[in-house]
């Protein structure tokens, strides 16, 4: 098993800046992808960015340009910074993990989430 844990939520303004951060222990993964999800209430899931054990990012359109996520494998940790932030970005954020393969789906260890609420 792998234990996630996300971190760096909170109540933001509009414009405003959070910076997330994930943290995966237990087993060792290798080759790897780290997803940030959100989900608003009555909303489908969302996958925000993610990174692979290469260094490759995904970035939904909503947040490209104005997110960046980044790994630190010493730490085992991934971090999402979201900048401009906006009340449509308001949703409980998830990290998850999953071996290689596509961006979608396919994610086996979860975090608890953590609130995001921008308010205007």
Known sequence: QVQVVESGGGLVQ???SLR???AASGRTLISYIMGWFRQAPGKERELVAAVTWRGSTYYADSVRGRSTI???DVKN???LQM???KPEDTAVYYC???HGGNW???Y???GQGTQVTVSS
Request: one cysteine or more; glycine letters at 16%.
């Open 77 to 79: 940790t991934v971090v």
């Open 70 to 72: 980044s790994r630190d």
């Open 108 to 110: 086996d260890y979860w």
């Open 20 to 22: 997330l951060s994930c």
């Open 14 to 16: 509009a414009g405003g």
């Open 104 to 106: 979608f789906g396919g």
């Open 96 to 98: 998850a993990v999953k």
């Open 83 to 85: 900048n401009s932030l």
